[in-house]
């Protein structure tokens, strides 16, 4: 079983609909959660960290379940620039070790 | 502020030759960890530095190495190259502690040919 797992999509939606991603993680001694955000040949980007208790951020909303070991992310009232692909991140344990586990990424496309 | 900078941004190399890349971190980050990349894929941790220490190493083989200097920049090294390390090669720094923020640079593309 992988790691971190996604669905890599495409999901194609249309401009201002709400779309939800999912992921699940392996290792259930994770300690830090995020969704990052890569546009075609460029770096990762820090979309948001997840806390335990769901945050918020504008249009962005994320969930952790620690006992079924899932995250999500909705995004509402989607923007063609929303367009991008979106990789689950899940620390790995091990001290300060800052090495991250990424999924493969779910690709949206936003339909004008 | 600069950010995460890499060097070179594009290479082409042969099978069998070795390859360096660089990486200058945020300032006043001393933490900077590499990822490779290949198409298709998220992106796959291959070592964090630390203080000049190695502190993390994924599952790489022993062709993969790296260092980090003094000035808390880093050197990735990969010899004997095969085509499948043709890749984004990313680097990226933050500060030390699990949970903290890491911030990628542009990543240098690898071409094996």
């Known amino acids: 079983r992988k790691e971190v797992e996604q669905d890599p999509g495409p999901f194609n939606v249309p401009e201002g609909a709400t779309v939800a991603f999912n992921c699940t993680y392996s290792n259930s001694a994770s300690q830090s959660f995020f969704w990052y955000r890569q546009d075609c040949r460029k770096e990762p980007k820090l979309l948001m960290s997840?806390?335990?208790s769901g945050n918020e951020d504008g249009r962005f909303t994320a969930q952790l379940n620690r006992a079924s070991q899932y995250i999500s992310l909705l995004i509402r009232d989607s923007k063609l620039s929303d367009s991008a692909t979106y990789l689950c991140?899940?620390?790995?344990?091990?001290?300060?070790?800052?090495?991250?586990?990424f999924g493969k990424g779910t690709h949206l496309i936003i339909q004008p | 502020d600069a950010g995460v900078t890499q060097s070179p941004t594009h290479l082409i190399k042969t099978r069998g030759q070795q390859v360096t890349l660089r990486c200058s971190p945020i300032?006043?980050?001393?933490?900077v960890s590499w990822y490779q990349q290949v198409l298709g894929q998220g992106p796959q941790f291959i070592f964090q530095y630390y203080e000049k220490e190695e502190r993390g190493r994924g599952n790489f083989p022993d062709r993969f190495s790296a260092r980090q200097f003094p000035n808390y920049s880093s050197e990735l090294n990969v010899n004997a190259l095969l085509l499948g390390d043709s890749a984004l090669y990313l680097c990226a720094s933050g500060q030390w502690g699990s949970g903290n923020t890491i911030y990628f640079g542009e990543g240098s593309w690898l071409t094996v040919v």
């Open positions: 300032s006043g980050h001393k933490s």
């Open positions: 991140v899940v620390n790995r344990v091990g001290g300060g070790a800052d090495g991250l586990t």
């Open positions: 997840v806390y335990s």
